[in-house]
Each structure stands twice: as structure tokens, then as C-alpha cells.
């Protein structure tokens, strides 16, 4: 397939990494950057009229949030509505007014207010230090309004649209309008960032790493494939069709399989959703699949200023199990830091936030916050017919495992499990999971922690390809370790939801596949045509090899012609 050159923003085929699956076709929809004042920009002859102006400025991001807040959900509307009043704070304005008399052009006069009120907002710490972030977001949307430029973010549009960005924030991507965004793509950001998740989550076609994304202009018609990565930009009316008539046989064959996951000698291997709140969970429990195997609890919570109270989270679990009634739902506890900032479980500014105190180790510092979560959940799983299992994210030692187990059970809820996530973990997992009644690889920090490679930096997803042999390795370490133990693994991470590297897990041993609910079929009939023992020899061979593209040629000539015709 010929892929055009990085540069070059006009029509013809270009090749991505898809990351949420299925295929879209429409104008494109730009996000802009962050926009900054000019340098040595003129002063403002006309102080009286440049401060008038700027206060507009800000008085048209506050409008626009307002009327944001209005389509968006209740967590995000809040959010909006307490941005749109700091655009109103006339505190903020007097010191656009005053850098302006001190000679200062109006977007430079703007940026310095923003920044003065951003150091009083870090020193008060607390809400007011997370909200620096919003504070830059309408200093940034302010100046693009008084230099004429359009405004930084995702805009707002009535035409179903493909969102085009250099990168989109996990936070940007949740409070996307589902029935207006046909698909997304990113210049940068990379198969595991929080971004593609959500986006299969959502099940919003998705294609990262494409090169010259952001120079295709707004209105381009466009379409994506977001199992190939391939993006038509000005696509004839002939490669329109030809993505449709492929989409139209891929969804036939993968219908044709229905029910619990198997091998196609009757080995079981549960097939179960990822879901980050409530909304998912009533999407995926109307569907084909046997529960839930990862609830992110942090997504519930990404934009909340305070800690929600033991009565709302309850509220929210029992939503989220209500429709798997009689179905597994594996619940991870709060895995905050890192991309998943979270206001109210902040532990201060860190060198290097992934290597930090997130996950468990934040729980560990906050133990209320934990206590809180664990007695809601217990509380929710009672009034539901659901089976909750609860699991840590990053535990990395048994003494940790042990330790999340103690309180899982005193909280009267049954089955502790853990994440197998950290390499440590993986190595050491007879032990680990000795302590818990299961355990689950989150194979996308695997790799990252495994390879040395931050999985946010697009730059390194040759690093971060989870058909790293050496990511698979320590797989199959953790696998060994969950059979000597006699406990169960399965894997919640990105890789459950590759039809190939599925067949290699299982091969591996992992008795349960987590994923975006719409890469369920595919991995159902990926299963359905191959035997263990056949599974078994993929993932030697995949093992065997020496680099991520020799496991992945080498699976692929080995599947059955019936699963790789539909890849
Ligand atoms: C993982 O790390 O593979 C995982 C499932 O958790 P998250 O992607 O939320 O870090
Ligand atoms: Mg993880």
C-alpha cells in the first residue's frame, strides 16, 4: 500500500496505527494547538479600546464554555461552569488592564495576567493549584480570540465530523460528543495512550501516528480504517466504497460467531469488556460478552474537584453493575497519577509521574480514599446481582498484594485480585498471586515498564509494540507463575484486543481476554478457529522470533487463512 510522504497534505492513502476498530467517512474537523501571544508584539496605542477588547475576549471563552456545559454530561458540565467563571473574574481583567498601561501589546498582556494568576494559584495549593490548567486553557482560547486566530481545543460542530489533532487529552477525548464524532486522528500519541483506550471505549474509530495529520485542512472529506490504520484524505468515490464493501464482509464473517469465548476445541476463555463508567457499562452489558474484566474507576472520577462521597460512588458502582447481573465485573481500584491526574488524590509534583507514586502506592498514602471506594463498592455489589472481583492497579510485591487483599476481604468482598502490570510482579507472580484469587496482565504498563518506554511518547511505539518478544517473555513468566499457583490470569491490557496476539496469549496460558467491547467479535472468531494446541505453536513461534515484526509475520503465517483474510 502506498503510503504518501510526511509532508504532503494533499489526497491519497496514508498509513497510521489503528487503535480502535471500525471505519469512518467525513469533513475533518481541526483541533488547534495552544495558542501563544506573538513575540515583541506592538503595544496597544489605544489602551482604553485594547482593554475593552481583551475583557471581551474573556467574556466570549466564559459564553462559549457556558454553552458547552449545557451538551455536556453532569461531571464535565461542572467543570466547564467553574472555568467559565474564572473567564469572568474581573480580578483577572484589571490585571490584563494593568500590564496593558505598562506598555504591553493585548495577547502579551493577556499571557502575563494568566501567568501571575497561575503562580497565586499554585501557591494556594490544593483546587486552586489543579485549576492552573483550565486558568492557561482560557488565557490560551482569550488571546487566539483577540489576535483572530481560531480557537485552541477540540471547536464546536453540528456536522458529524473526523477530529483531527497533533493529540487529544484522555480528559478531551471523554466529554467528546459520541453521535458527532464519526473518528479521530492524531498526529501523534501512541496505541496504548489513554486517548486511543478511551476512543475504543467510546467506540469512536480511532488512527494515531499519522504523519502530516495536522496539515490536512478543516472541511477535507476523509476516511479511516481503524483495524488497518489507513487514512484517505479526498478519497474517490471508488476507495470510499472499497473501505465500505471490506467493512460490510469483515462485519458479516464476524457475526456469524455469537456466545462465550472458546477455542475451537472447547477450551474456554472468557471474553469480557473494558469500561470506564456507567454509560459503558450499559452499552456493553446489552452485549454479546460475559462481563466485565477492567473498570477503570478512575475515569469516573477524571474531572472531579473533590473526593466523591462513599453515597455517590455507591450510586455509580451500582449503575455500573446493574446490567451484569449474574455476570463477572472485575473493578480496579482508583489507579490515579501519571496521565490520570486526579484533583482530590494529589501527592505534589513528581520527577517522573509513571515511575512514581500512582496506582497502589497511592492508596497506600491515602488509605481513607481506598476505604472509602472498597466499603462503596461492597455496598453497591449487595443491592446487585453482580460477582465483583476487585483488583490493584501497579502492585509490584507480594507484600503489597497481600496488603490490598487484607482490605478487600475485610470489606466483606471475596475475591482480591491483583494487576500484573510491573516486571517485578510478572517474575515474581506464584507469589504474588498466592495472596489473591486472580490475577490480570495490564499489558500496556508491561510494556512500558518492561521496555524502558514511556507509552505517552508516540515517538517510541516501536518500543512500546506489544509484540515485543521481550514483553512476551515476561508474560510468559507471569503465566508460568499463575499455574504454579493454581490462580487464574487474564489480560485487561491493549493486547487482549489483537485477534492475533490474543491466540498467542492464550497460547501463553491466560484463561480470560479483556478489551474495547466493539474488538470483542474479532478475537471471538479468532478463537473459534484455532485449536489450543494451535495456539499453543503460535505462541512459540512468536516467542521464537526476534523482533516485534517477526512475532507478529510469524503468528500471521501460522493462523488459519480464515482468521488472517479478515485482518
Ligand atoms: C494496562 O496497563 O495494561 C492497563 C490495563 O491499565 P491502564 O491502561 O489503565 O494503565
Ligand atoms: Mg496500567
Redesign the pocket.
Known amino acids: 500500500m502506498a503510503a504518501t510522504s510526511a509532508s504532503a497534505p494533499t489526497a491519497g492513502v496514508r498509513q497510521g496505527v489503528g487503535v480502535s476498530p471500525g471505519s469512518a467517512y467525513g469533513p475533518v474537523v481541526r483541533v488547534a494547538a495552544p495558542v501563544q501571544p506573538p513575540q515583541n508584539e506592538a503595544v496597544a496605542e489605544d489602551t482604553a479600546a485594547a482593554s475593552e477588547a481583551a475583557i471581551a475576549s474573556f467574556m466570549f471563552v466564559a459564553e462559549d464554555l457556558e454553552a458547552r456545559s449545557a451538551q455536556a454530561d453532569a461531571t464535565a458540565r461542572d467543570v466547564l461552569k467553574a472555568t467559565a467563571m474564572i473567564a469572568r473574574d474581573r480580578a483577572l481583567h484589571r490585571a490584563v488592564t494593568k500590564h496593558l498601561g505598562e506598555g504591553n501589546g493585548p495577547a502579551t498582556s493577556i499571557n502575563l495576567a494568566i501567568d501571575e494568576f497561575a503562580a497565586k494559584f499554585e501557591a494556594l495549593g490544593g483546587y486552586f493549584a489543579e485549576r492552573v490548567t483550565d486558568l492557561r486553557d482560557i488565557g490560551s482560547r482569550a488571546i487566539a480570540r483577540v489576535l483572530g486566530l481560531p480557537a485552541p481545543g477540540v471547536p464546536s460542530f453540528s456536522v458529524p465530523s473526523i477530529i483531527v489533532a497533533e493529540d487529544l487529552a484522555p480528559a478531551e477525548t471523554a466529554t467528546l460528543d459520541r453521535s458527532l464524532v464519526l473518528g479521530i486522528v492524531t498526529r501523534a500519541g501512541g496505541r496504548?495512550s489513554?486517548t486511543a483506550?478511551l476512543a475504543a471505549q467510546m467506540g469512536i474509530p480511532a488512527v494515531v501516528q499519522l504523519a502530516g495529520a495536522t496539515e490536512i485542512p478543516a472541511g477535507t472529506p476523509i476516511s479511516l480504517d481503524g483495524d488497518t490504520g489507513e487514512v484517505v484524505v479526498s478519497p474517490d468515490p471508488e476507495a470510499v466504497a472499497s473501505q465500505r464493501l471490506r467493512r460490510e464482509r469483515r462485519a458479516a464473517a464476524l457475526a456469524e460467531v455469537s456466545g462465550p469465548g472458546r477455542t475451537q476445541d472447547g477450551h474456554p476463555i472468557a471474553l469480557l469488556a473494558n469500561i470506564g463508567g456507567a454509560e459503558d457499562a450499559e452499552l456493553a452489558g446489552a452485549e454479546d460478552l460475559e462481563g466485565v474484566g477492567?473498570f477503570?474507576t478512575e475515569f469516573v472520577f477524571l474531572s472531579a474537584a473533590h473526593a466523591p462521597t462513599l453515597e455517590e460512588q455507591t450510586e455509580v458502582y451500582r449503575r455500573v453493575f446493574t446490567p451484569f447481573d449474574g455476570r463477572r465485573v472485575v473493578v480496579r481500584t482508583l489507579?490515579a497519577g501519571a496521565d490520570k491526574p486526579l484533583a482530590f488524590a494529589d501527592l505534589g509534583e513528581e520527577e517522573n509521574p509513571a515511575l512514581g507514586r500512582r496506582g497502589l502506592r497511592l492508596s497506600q498514602a491515602l488509605p481513607e480514599l481506598l476505604e472509602t471506594q472498597l466499603q462503596a463498592l461492597a455496598a453497591a455489589a449487595r443491592l446487585t446481582g453482580a460477582d465483583v472481583r476487585v483488583m490493584a492497579?501497579m502492585v509490584a510485591t507480594v507484600a503489597e498484594a497481600r496488603w490490598f487483599a487484607e482490605r478487600v476481604r475485610a470489606n466483606g468482598l471475596p475475591k482480591p485480585g491483583v494487576?500484573i502490570?510491573v516486571p517485578a510482579a510478572a517474575l515474581r507472580a506464584s507469589q504474588v498471586l498466592a495472596e489473591v484469587e486472580f490475577g490480570s496482565l495490564?499489558?500496556?504498563?508491561?510494556a512500558q515498564y518492561t521496555m524502558a518506554a514511556d507509552r505517552m511518547e508516540g515517538e517510541l511505539s516501536e518500543l512500546l509494540d506489544p509484540w515485543q518478544p521481550g514483553v512476551l517473555d515476561v508474560i510468559a513468566a507471569a503465566a508460568n507463575g499463575a499455574k504454579q499457583a493454581g490462580k487464574p490470569l487474564g489480560v485487561?491490557?491493549?493486547s487482549a484486543g489483537d485477534p492475533l496476539l490474543a491466540l498467542v496469549l492464550v497460547g501463553l496460558g491466560v484463561s480470560s481476554l479483556s478489551m474495547a467491547t466493539s474488538k470483542i467479535r474479532g478475537v471471538r472468531l479468532a478463537l473459534k478457529t484455532h485449536t489450543m494446541e494451535h495456539c499453543e505453536r503460535l505462541a512459540a513461534a512468536a516467542l521464537a522470533a526476534e523482533s516485534p515484526a517477526g512475532a507478529r509475520e510469524a503468528v500471521r503465517a501460522a493462523a488459519t487463512p480464515e482468521l488472517v483474510a479478515l485482518l
Open positions: 496504548t489513554h483506550i477492567l477503570r489507579d492497579p494487576m502490570e495490564g499489558t500496556n504498563d508491561l485487561c491490557g491493549e
